[in-house]
């Protein structure tokens, strides 16, 4: 395992964050190319037990074939490809970096589709365009409460009245925990809103990045998402159990193949949903 100081504590470029590579090099944007791949690269095992499988399930009560989902931040695109294939829906991932949408429209087994945010903006989109938002690990690399904020309007702006806004992230105060593919701060620290908050992520060939990251606790999101014009919010953390205990949640070669010791002990992801008004 590498050392867990590494990289921690140096600036994110706003509104990109940035991943390091190891071995002392500079960390570079995710949002470039480097960062792009970088990112492709990560396992998220914790996050396909944890994570992904309950935002597809709390999509499925509104999302159909026929139905629009975007997916908002959508990186290289491999959440927003499984979401298209599992609920059948039109699935539109948006995302500031160029780089990102070039790996995912490249993926070569892509069904969905991709466009890039400008100014803030997914222009391609009209006002309640979409039936459906996720939005998966996107807030952690925006340095202020106005970029959230700007986020949750701008998601707010393109679902159609009544449409759910499902919102993946990790909760900042599992700091110190190393859970299968992530492990996130300082044992013992206790981060607040905005504050610098070093993620480390495992990569496929098990050695680890750190990006520098924002920590926004989840009690943070109830308030500004009511700025935003959400209501009927629910909170909810999937446990190990409920993963395992629901058949045809969770892909079962993934879920045996590790004891989830740390996930079972403190779970580290909290999912967000919340109804445009
Ligand atoms: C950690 S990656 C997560 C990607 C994907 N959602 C997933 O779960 O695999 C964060 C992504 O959010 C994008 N992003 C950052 N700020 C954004 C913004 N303001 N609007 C849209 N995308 C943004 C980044 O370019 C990056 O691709």
């Not at 959400?230 to 892909?251: M, N, S, Y």
Request: proline share 7%; net charge negative; hydrophobic share 40%.
């Amino acid at each position: 395992m590498s050392d867990r100081s590494e990289g921690s504590g140096r600036d994110a470029r706003a509104g990109t964050g940035g991943a390091d590579h190891g071995g002392g090099q500079e960390p570079v944007a995710w949002s470039g190319p480097e960062g792009a791949r970088a990112f492709a690269a990560v396992e998220a095992a914790t996050d396909w037990l944890l994570g992904y499988p309950f935002v597809f399930r709390s999509l499925a009560r509104w999302v159909g074939s026929g139905s629009v989902l975007v997916d908002y931040g959508c990186g290289p695109g491999k959440v927003a490809d499984r979401a298209a294939r599992q609920l059948g829906a039109k699935v539109l991932g948006v995302d500031t970096s160029p780089e990102m949408l070039a790996l995912a429209r490249g993926s070569g087994t892509a069904v969905a589709e991709y466009h890039l945010v400008t100014d803030g903006r997914a222009a391609c989109l009209a006002d309640g365009s979409a039936d459906a938002v996720m939005c998966n690990h996107v807030l952690a690399s925006l340095p202020t409460a106005e970029a959230v904020l700007a986020v949750f309007r701008e998601i707010r702006r393109i679902l159609r009245p009544g449409g759910p806004f499902v919102l993946l992230a990790t909760d900042p105060a599992c700091s110190g925990r190393e859970y299968a593919s992530l492990s996130i701060g300082d044992p013992g620290r206790a981060y607040g809103p905005g504050d610098e908050l070093p993620v480390r992520l495992r990569r496929t060939d098990g050695s680890w990045q750190t990006m520098p990251n924002h920590a926004w606790p989840v009690d943070f999101y109830p308030a500004l998402l009511a700025r935003a014009g959400f209501a009927d919010l629910v909170q909810h953390r999937p446990t190990v159990d409920e993963a395992l205990g629901l058949p045809g949640l969770v892909d079962p070669d993934h879920a045996a193949g590790r004891t989830w010791s740390a996930e079972r002990s403190a779970p580290p992801l909290v999912i967000t949903t919340a109804l445009a008004v």
